[in-house]
């Protein structure tokens, strides 16, 4: 069996990952998400799996793709990974209702 892991891999796992938090998010408002460790910690890892995933994307796909903010993706994977205790839950939250889906729009 061919795991072929190329760009289109690397979307679809974001896409899967994006999928996911917008069902798990759908009816969260920003306390909700403060009060529920077990959804925290859900969506922490998923934005960091869509950071990984999108640090494997060729810099050919992402040249032409210069609309989705790269940088900021990787920088917030850095940002939970290396400060997971001081992470601001708000921005988190409005990452996962407001910037979210408008990259899944760009993807």
């Given amino acids: 069996m061919d795991n072929i892991k190329d760009d289109s891999y690397f979307i679809t796992k974001i896409k899967e990952d994006l ?7 759908e009816n969260v408002d920003s306390e909700g998400l403060r009060q529920n460790e077990v959804l925290q910690d859900s969506m922490l890892f998923r ?3 869509i950071s990984e995933n999108a640090k494997r994307i060729s810099y050919e796909f992402k040249g032409k793709r210069q609309d989705i903010p790269w940088t900021a993706l990787y920088g917030l994977r850095n940002r939970i990974v290396h400060d997971y205790g001081n992470v601001d839950l708000e921005i988190v939250y409005t990452t996962l209702k407001e910037d979210l889906p408008e990259l899944l729009e760009r993807m």
């Fill in 19 to 25: 999928a996911f938090i917008f069902k798990h998010m």
């Fill in 47 to 49: 934005l960091i799996q």
